[in-house]
T-cell receptor, first 115, second 113 residues
Framework: NAGVTQTPKFRILKIGQSMTLQCAQD?????MYWYRQDPGMGLKLIYY???????DKGEVPNGYNVSRSTTEDFPLRLELAAPSQTSVYFC??????????????FGPGTRLTVT | DAKTTQPPSMDCAEGRAANLPCNHS???????VYWYRQIHSQGPQYIIH???NNETNEMASLIITEDRKSSTLILPHATLRDTAVYYC??????????????FGDGTTLTVKP
């Protein structure tokens, strides 16, 4: 299994541009998550999904959108990029509800700079 | 989800046990304690989790106090590769919104030769 994959690894955006961060998992996990990590800080949840067609906001959803049309993919859309969105973005997945379900598997991250 | 408190940094000598504390005094009865670590700029890696009994796996041991208000992650023989940020998180298993809990700032463990 490839686990959780993210593309691109690095990206530089100009203010006002838009882009989509891709995330895919091949573990048949129901739950998927997007986090951002600012320098020297912990991870903050942006959006999450408990299954195809179902998404919900996390702690810091403003400026982002998500969709979940398939179990495998969970893209994150940035509209009108702002310098405050400069961060490292991590995608994660977990099997679902249950005793051992919240073992999350993380992707390698996308480093985004908005200038 | 209950909040956690961890020391910002700790040092450990290579080959010695690393004991990382976590305070979760407001934990509720159905919340589990999870530990993750993040090496350099990689994605976080799951280590271990538990409810009220002590747990051990190939990576570490988790000791949870009887009142469940605190826990300690133990790396029995720390190596230089264990240098990382360690996160302690409490979550309700089986709750679809449990993933909303934010990773705090964690403890930066530095293993020294």
């Amino acid at each position: 299994n490839a686990g959780v994959t993210q593309t691109p690894k690095f990206r530089i955006l100009k203010i006002g541009q838009s882009m989509t961060l891709q995330c895919a998992q091949d573990m048949n996990h129901n739950y998927m998550y997007w986090y951002r990590q600012d320098p020297g800080m912990g991870l903050k949840l942006i959006y999450y999904s408990v299954g195809a067609g179902i998404t919900d906001k996390g702690e810091v959803p403003n400026g982002y959108n998500v969709s979940r049309s398939t179990t495998e993919d969970f893209p994150l859309r940035l509209e009108l990029a702002a310098p405050s969105q400069t961060s490292v973005y991590f995608c994660a997945s977990s099997y679902g509800a249950g005793l051992n379900s919240y073992e999350q598997y993380f992707g390698p991250g996308t480093r985004l700079t908005v200038t | 989800d209950a909040k956690t408190t961890q020391p910002p940094s700790m040092d450990c000598a290579e080959g010695r046990a690393a004991n990382l504390p976590c305070n979760h005094s407001t934990i509720s009865g159905n919340e589990y304690v999870y530990w993750y670590r993040q090496i350099h700029s990689q994605g976080p890696q799951y280590i271990i989790h538990g409810l009220k009994n002590n747990e051990t796996n190939e990576m570490a041991s988790l000791i949870i106090t009887e009142d469940r208000k605190s826990s300690t992650l133990i790396l029995p023989h720390a190596t230089l590769r264990d240098t990382a940020v360690y996160y302690c998180i409490v979550r309700v298993a089986g709750d679809p919104s449990a993933g909303k809990s934010t990773f705090g700032d964690g403890t930066t463990l530095t293993v020294k030769p």
